[in-house]
């Protein structure tokens, strides 16, 4: 935990207290003896609890409560500054405190070191391979001042930091509020565009930010976030209220933010090359002018610039104006007008975040001439309709999203051309307009690996959202809506299909997909009537696809969202999922997952998530462990619905719950 790891940062804290109270009551004076006694008894106590805690290896929670405790009772001291008897009687109760916290300190050490001694899980560590810093972001001599600052060697050696790297993206987290839950995918971002991380032989990007995020988990400066607690999949962060008055003093000391010693913006921005945008904590007149690194959206709602703003500073590589929070009740509006043209001239661009962002319906041509762009995030842009037509002009981008942009209709042809991009969130199936992306088109883009596909936009009435109303009879017109629903639904498993094809050998570009999630977004005008007709049509088109026998090995996690057919393709079985970890099934009107097995070969799946599936329940010879033998963790959600609103008993379970699975 971090009270063992960082001793010498969290009591020094406390120290400091001390010291600011002897100096407040001038010590020195001979009528103070008492109180110079008890304030010197108290700094032997911190002495010693600094030589124990770094031999401690638990009950780090109980000390970390004890320092705050102590630290607020200073506080009160300080500031109340009453008459030094009083003030004597409540550090006699403070050292009192200290005196049992080191007795409880030496009974867990005794305890921990008669214990047999345990082989230690092996953290994570970076691949040795990784470069020590981008070689770009050193070619531009950024930065110096911090890496060669003694603040920055203190807190290496102090912390057991074994790299820069590190360093520079702990760093990151001083300048959010503390205690907010923080998205982990933003904050990787953020290192990818300013360099501090980069992909090394065997890992890409992300990967190694992975692998950065875990390692700051192990060594306890951050801790992790999952949706549900015995959910095994990390999804975001909170830092300790104590890290961060650390990870503040030591930005604030290396010009890495400016901030106040509280962690607030300040409004001076002529020491640091980062941009801090927080609510009401500037005006448009005391903007920063010069050669600006990054901008970061903390807790402004209405992000704006002057128009000489981003003429100014054109070595921008981090422009994050849209959400880092994990809720999605954070708003951020934006008056777009000419802000999106003027990112034109930001050829050092590598970063750009709109995640979230009101009021933005279309991305303009001249977004393309950030030539340099490697991520671009557009999530949740919930006014987003349009694309420009030449997005393949990104030839370095490696991370397009556009998930949950509702009014997004289709992608542009040349998303083909994209041939760098390595996670692609948000495709949308359509068929019916000339000008659109198709699935077939992504066979092109050899070194995707993730892939996420929204397919089927149909309304309650069978009409698909862009068939115009007309005078053809309404029979007609929706016997035409079921042809093109049914071929959406097909077109979706065909996508399935194509990849796997890639996977088995016939088309190698796009053989390093490791994640694909599928979202059809149908619903049904006459409930099981409809069904019948979607799952008997599709029975045909994938008895029919020439793709229907090939494999998937190479799938890591395959996420199924709203499924409209009561049977699951049989492509879905561990002979043709042979790489398969995680598999989850949310929403839609899948019943069984009998046609999944194969009789000769088990599952290797480790996480296993069946949610919201009313129709759907467990055989009564299916036997969970013995088709998941592998199986880590298993949730199952509102499944099986016997009365309105009444369903199986919900499930989540781990393998170390020692539950009956």
Not at 534 to 563: I, W, Y
Request: proline share 4%; net charge positive; aromatic share 8%.
């Amino acid at each position: 935990m971090t009270s063992r790891k960082m001793p010498f940062y969290i009591l020094k804290i406390l120290s400091d207290r001390i010291e600011n109270i002897s100096r407040s009551y001038n010590i020195n004076d001979d009528t103070n003896n008492e109180l110079e006694y008890s304030i010197g008894e108290i700094k032997k106590d911190l002495e010693k609890m600094i030589n124990l805690i770094p031999r401690l290896k638990d009950s780090e929670d109980l000390l970390m409560q004890t320092f705050q405790s102590l630290e607020k009772e200073l506080d009160v001291i300080y500031d109340d500054h009453g008459q030094p008897n009083e003030t004597s009687k409540k550090l006699n109760a403070i050292r009192q405190i200290l005196q049992e916290t080191n007795i409880k300190i030496s009974d867990c050490l005794s305890k921990e070191e008669k214990a047999p001694i345990l082989p230690r899980q092996q953290q994570t560590h970076l691949d040795v391979q990784m470069p020590k810093m981008s070689n770009n972001w050193l070619n531009l001599h950024i930065e110096e001042s911090i890496l060669d600052s003694p603040t920055m060697s203190n807190l290496q050696l102090s912390c057991n930091i074994p790299s820069i790297n590190l360093m520079l993206c702990l760093l990151t987290f001083a300048v959010f509020p503390e205690k907010q839950l923080i998205k982990k995918k933003p904050l990787i971002y953020w290192w990818i565009g300013e360099g501090f991380i980069t992909k090394s032989i065997n890992k890409v990007a992300v990967e190694v930010g992975e692998e950065i995020f875990m390692e700051l988990i192990n060594k306890g400066f951050i801790q992790p976030s999952r949706k549900t607690p015995k959910n095994p999949i990390i999804h975001g962060c909170t830092v300790h209220p104590w890290i961060h008055r650390m990870l503040v003093s030591m930005a604030r000391k290396a010009n890495f933010f400016d901030l106040d010693t509280t962690g607030k913006v300040t409004n001076s921005y002529h020491k640091s090359r980062r941009f801090i945008l927080d609510e009401m904590s500037f005006t448009s007149d005391d903007r920063p002018k010069g050669e600006l690194l990054a901008i970061i959206n903390v807790r402004e709602k209405y992000p704006s610039f002057s128009e000489d703003f981003f003429s100014k500073n054109e070595k921008i590589k981090v422009l994050q104006l849209g959400r880092w929070q994990s809720s999605p009740r954070h708003h951020i509006e934006i008056e777009v007008g000419k802000f999106l043209d003027k990112l034109k001239k930001q050829k050092q661009l590598k970063y750009l975040s709109l995640r979230g962002i009101s009021r933005i319906t279309t991305l303009p041509s001249s977004i393309v001439g950030c030539q340099n762009l490697e991520i671009l995030d557009l999530r949740a842009c919930h006014n987003l309709e349009t694309l420009p037509f030449d997005i393949g002009s990104f030839k370095n981008l490696t991370h397009f999203d556009v998930s949950e942009c509702y009014l997004l209709e289709n992608l542009p042809k040349g998303l083909d051309k994209l041939t760098s991009l390595e996670v692609l969130k948000g495709f949308v199936v359509d068929h019916w307009r000339k000008n659109s992306c198709s699935v077939s088109d992504l066979s092109q883009l050899e070194k995707l690996r993730k892939l996420s596909i929204n397919v089927g936009m149909v309304s309650k009435e069978g009409t698909p959202f862009d068939i115009k109303k007309n005078k053809r009879s309404s029979k007609d017109n929706e016997r035409e809506a079921t042809i093109r629903a049914i071929r959406a639904h097909a077109q979706a498993i065909r996508a399935a299909y194509l990849f796997a094809a890639a996977a088995s050998g016939k088309d190698l570009r796009i053989k390093n997909l490791r994640i694909l999630t599928i979202t059809w977004q149908m619903k049904s005008k006459s409930g099981d009537q409809r069904r019948k007709n979607f799952s008997s049509s599709a029975n045909k088109e994938e008895s029919s696809d020439p793709f229907a026998e090939v494999l998937l090995p190479n799938l890591e996690k395959l996420d199924l969202r709203c499924f409209p057919d009561m049977n699951l393709p049989l492509w879905i079985s561990p002979g043709n999922l042979g790489n398969l970890k995680r598999l989850y099934i949310r929403g839609g009107n899948v019943e069984t997952l009998v046609p999944m097995f194969d009789k000769f070969k088990p599952w290797k799946v480790e996480i296993l998530r069946l949610n919201y599936l009313k129709n759907f329940r467990f055989h009564e010879s299916f036997v969970l462990e013995n088709e998941f033998p592998h199986l880590l963790y298993f949730e199952r959600i509102n499944c099986n619905c016997i009365a309105d609103g009444l369903y199986d008993k919900n499930i989540k379970w781990r393998l170390n719950d020692g539950m009956h699975r």
